[in-house]
């Protein structure tokens, strides 16, 4: 580990107040203060980065590039401290500036360079990418538009938009030399070369700079830095008057355009599929840079590229980066002069690819007559695959056409990338067991049956660092003194708490923690939603995107029935409970949007209603990211993971609840079985409908969400007061969509087709066995306490180890310091 001189780090942060605002660290602002300290402590990473790729050039390892169209990384500040083990000491000498960490870390704009799940989960990966010590780059785009920022205004979402950039970016380093040229449209003019071999050579396109800025991504008190290189587009030339009078003026204004827009703003949706044209714009151009960066970094050690798979693995995160495929058989044929079978069986070797979601409406179909305007080059490529792997198919499977319909790569007038990234990857990946089964046995059954070797399962993970260390210093302080602090770099030994789980000394302890992060939590709300809650009621959470599948819908239709309940009878045995909701909903989705102002409706009744003697409240916390994630998880006691069964492919939210002691609520999906699995159905709360029960009603049809209506008198008044003013007297048709959509069916949508109706009683009484235990606090603290020590199989650690020693074949590297 790096010595840290605590005198020479005061005065670096007062030479950077002086050198970048010209003030003394008495008169600079909070925010001046922040950049002072991120540069400060940017100068003590710069070393270890360096050493971290001399090793690496020195040894010449192979490396992963995970190529993703999202990083949400969340404040780096922080984070790099900690990592840095350097949060004492750089406390201190911040507590002798007159600084408090806190107050300047809460500067930091929370970069959200993602939508959710995906990528936040690629954030994870790097970190512990580099705390394992294995030699990675993230590959990504530079949005000067992160994710939108979430207002609540008269209990409608609206969208504001995410200049994280304004006040410069201290830990990120432009490097211009590295800067590579990204061509789109024209057409692909066929020559031939002195051998007689035809060249393919793109002409009148218009092009950008790709220019990456590098971030270092610090492991844990290893010296290790991995980088996240994020591209910017800018115009080739600047704007060149001359070319007005040779007619290129068009052309010139033209390309400027599409150096302006392309990374501009990151698309606000979540398992969901556009289709518009910039954002297959924002695909090839990230990964036309770093793909071409990759090679340029491989042969300036190596001779020869036919061996460039043994040096360098691809990981497409989703479907998003699957033009990689045909852009590497570009390069590899039009700049190397490889030959389409040496090109293929190099690409083959190279690229990996994960699926995230089977929501059907996330699959990525290009029509072709955009993919192959905008790509003519890599389109020529992607018809070749197609029509080579068709023959395969024909062999394989004579005369049976349905096979082809099914795996076509172009069919129907489209591209489908999933289906590119499953023939040209040598692995397809799942992201947790249920996931993969279905993947198998359902959404991809004809290639799993024609290429199974192929398939394979990687349970998702968090990272401890973040989400306990950083996120939870009580608890993490707490697990500590109990077991030391292996667990930061070693997760599996978190069960070692197990033996404190029945120490009625260590509940209290236990407790008593969860209290003081209620208490944060509730002052949080206070401030920001004006709402008073107590951190004695059960604080049950529900925060993720706002989707459908994901059923914030059945969770507020309960609080709407438990609110009739109490109405009906005040008296009734209640325990006092806080719903917390959190959840941004992509721009255009207009259903999530009417759920969203649902949830907050029914809070400024419940709210505000005397007469229920505040054993009732529901919040709605504003813009849901990183960093309040990492607070709002510290405090809940109740985990809300209420997919319909087999729609969430993983889930990573509830990894980080179970972490830091919340008992999980949910159906058994995605990763939840796997939770279950690990800390037993007694300490989580199941419900539902399973997996097999709700694919079966899809598939054979069977249930009518009105039977259920026209019996269950409860569900029906709740139903009913979606449309009767109860909670939107200035309209009452305010949630007619929502009711329609959970009684009518439209179009292809079935009539409650997340089986919102089905499960609602289901999910009831495991909400009343949620109360019940909670009333015993010895046994509620008991199953916290297994919960947090049952959740070490679930570190982004333990999932990177498996892609490492099963995908990419990497390995690990020592780095010290001089
Ligand atoms: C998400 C899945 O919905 C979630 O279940 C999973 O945990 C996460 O990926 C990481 O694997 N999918 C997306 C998406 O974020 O946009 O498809």
């Given amino acids: 580990m790096q010595n840290i001189n605590k005198e020479e780090f005061k005065k670096s942060i007062e030479d950077y107040t002086k050198v970048l605002f010209r003030k003394s660290v008495s008169e600079a602002s909070k925010q001046q203060l922040f950049q002072a300290v991120s540069y400060s402590v940017k100068d003590l990473i710069i070393d270890q980065w360096m050493a971290t790729h001399r090793e690496y050039e020195d040894k010449d390892v192979k490396t992963v590039y995970y190529l993703s169209m999202e990083f949400l990384m969340g404040r780096a500040l922080g984070n790099n401290i900690i990592n840095m083990k350097a949060n004492n000491i750089i406390k201190e000498a911040l507590d002798e500036l007159g600084i408090d960490l806190n107050v300047i870390e809460d500067q930091e704009p929370d970069p959200a360079l993602g939508n959710g799940g995906l990528g936040r989960l690629a954030a994870c990966f790097l970190d512990s990418l580099s705390t394992l010590g294995y030699p990675a780059y993230g590959c990504g785009i530079r949005y000067k538009y992160g994710m939108f920022e979430q207002k609540i205004e008269n209990g409608f979402q609206v969208e504001v938009p995410d200049n994280w950039l304004k006040d410069g970016n201290p830990f990120e380093m432009k490097r211009s030399d590295y800067a590579v040229e990204v061509k789109f449209g024209g057409y692909v003019r066929i020559t031939k070369d002195n051998n007689g071999r035809e060249k393919f050579v793109q002409e009148n396109y218009q092009s950008v700079l790709a220019v990456p800025y590098d971030l270092p991504i610090v492991g844990y008190g290893n010296n290790v830095v991995n980088t996240l290189r994020i591209w910017d587009a800018e115009a080739i030339d600047n704007f060149n008057l001359d070319s007005f009078d040779k007619g290129d003026y068009q052309k010139a204004v033209e390309q400027q355009n599409l150096a302006r827009t392309i990374c501009e703003v990151l698309y606000p949706n979540d398992n969901h599929y556009a289709g518009k044209e910039l954002r297959l714009k924002q695909q090839y151009f990230f990964v036309s840079a770093s793909i071409q960066r990759a090679v340029i970094k491989y042969m300036e050690k190596h001779e020869d590229i036919h061996n460039i798979h043994e040096k360098v693995c691809f990981q497409l995160n989703d479907t998003h980066p699957t033009v990689t495929v045909a852009e590497f058989m570009r390069i590899l044929m039009d700049d190397y002069d490889l030959s389409w079978d040496e090109a293929w069986s190099i690409t083959t070797k190279t690229c990996a690819y994960t699926n995230h979601t089977i929501m059907s409406e996330a699959l990525e179909k290009w029509p072709l007559e955009l993919f192959s305007r905008l790509l003519p080059r890599i389109y020529q490529i992607v018809e070749e695959i197609n029509r080579r792997f068709i023959i395969e198919i024909q062999a394989k499977y004579p005369n049976d056409y349905k096979k082809i319909e099914k795996m076509a790569i172009v069919y129907d007038g489209q591209v489908k990338m999933a289906h590119l990234a499953i023939v040209a990857s040598f692995s397809v990946n799942g992201v947790a067991r249920l996931h993969t089964e279905i993947l198998k046995n359902q959404q991809l059954k004809e290639f799993y049956q024609m290429m199974p070797e192929k398939f394979n399962s990687k349970t998702n993970g968090i990272t401890q660092r973040r989400f306990l260390l950083h996120g939870n210093p009580l608890l993490a302080d707490w697990v500590t003194t109990k077991i030391g602090d292996d667990w930061i770099t070693n997760l599996q030994h978190i069960s070692e708490l197990k033996v404190y789980a029945d120490d009625l000394r260590c509940q209290k302890e236990f407790m008593q923690i969860k209290y003081q992060n209620k208490v944060r939590l509730a002052a949080y709300i206070k401030e920001h939603n004006g709402i008073e809650v107590d951190p004695r009621s059960i ?31 005040p008296e009734m045995e209640f325990y006092p409970r806080t719903f917390i909701f959190g959840a941004k909903a992509s721009a255009g989705y207009r259903r999530a949007k009417a759920i969203i102002k649902l949830i907050n409706s029914v809070g400024d009744v419940v709210n505000n209603d005397k007469s229920i003697q505040n054993k009732l409240k529901v919040v709605f916390i504003e813009n849901y990211r990183v960093s309040n994630a990492e607070m709002i998880f510290a405090a809940a006691d109740v985990s809300e993971q209420i997919s319909t069964a087999s729609k969430e492919a993983s889930g990573t939210g509830n990894m980080k609840f179970m972490l830091n002691g919340a008992l999980t609520l949910g159906t058994m999906d995605g990763a939840n079985v796997e939770i279950v699995e690990e800390v037993g159905e007694e300490n989580a709360f199941i419900f539902g409908l399973t997996s097999d029960e709700v694919i079966k009603y899809e598939q054979e049809g069977g249930y009518n969400p009105k039977d259920i209506y026209n019996i269950d008198q409860d569900i029906r008044t709740v139903i009913t007061q979606l449309v009767n003013g109860y909670y939107s007297p200035e309209n009452p048709e305010l949630f007619r969509e929502i009711y329609n959509s959970l009684l009518d069916s439209n179009g292809g949508e079935r009539a409650d087709q997340y089986f919102i109706l089905k499960d609602f009683r289901s999910y009831e009484a495991a909400q009343k066995r949620v109360e019940e235990a909670y009333k015993d606090q010895a046994r509620w603290a008991k199953s ?25 074949h990497l390995d690990k590297v020592k780095v010290e310091l001089e």
């Fill in 784 to 808: 916290a306490i297994l919960n947090v020590a049952s959740s070490g199989k679930f570190t982004s650690d333990r999932t990177i180890e498996e892609y490492a020693k099963e995908i990419w």
């Fill in 539 to 569: 604080f049950d959470i529900q925060v993720k995107r706002l989707h459908e599948y994901k059923r914030q819908l059945l969770n507020i239709l309960h609080v709407m029935h438990l609110y009739n309940q109490l109405k009906k009878n």
